[in-house]
């Protein structure tokens, strides 16, 4: 039970840390500002902060013109969770 409190505490983090780049990087693009790369938020929802990422795209109407992002981050959503449950079951 501890390692799944772990894992928990682990997603919550990155979702937030994803949440708040989408956030910043809105930010920087009104400002015409030195932008976040795109390749930082695909390892950070590949690495689990996929649903923050997705619910800080709709929440800022960032990057939702993208049509990379508009199904692959959907898609990180789905193959994050099966991998979290697998995690789950399998410890």
Do not use: C
Request: glycine content about 8%; cysteine-free.
């Amino acid at each position: 039970m501890e390692n799944l409190s772990s894992w928990l505490i682990y997603l919550l983090v990155a979702n937030v840390i994803g949440f708040y780049l989408m956030f910043k990087d809105k930010q920087k693009a009104r400002q015409h500002t030195y932008r976040i790369p795109e390749r930082t938020f695909w390892l950070l929802a590949i690495l689990g902060g996929s649903i923050g990422i997705y619910t800080g795209m709709q929440t800022f109407r960032h990057k939702t013109k993208h049509r990379s992002f508009k199904v692959g981050i959907p898609v990180l959503i789905v193959v994050n969770a099966i991998s979290f449950l697998g995690l789950i079951f399998f410890l």
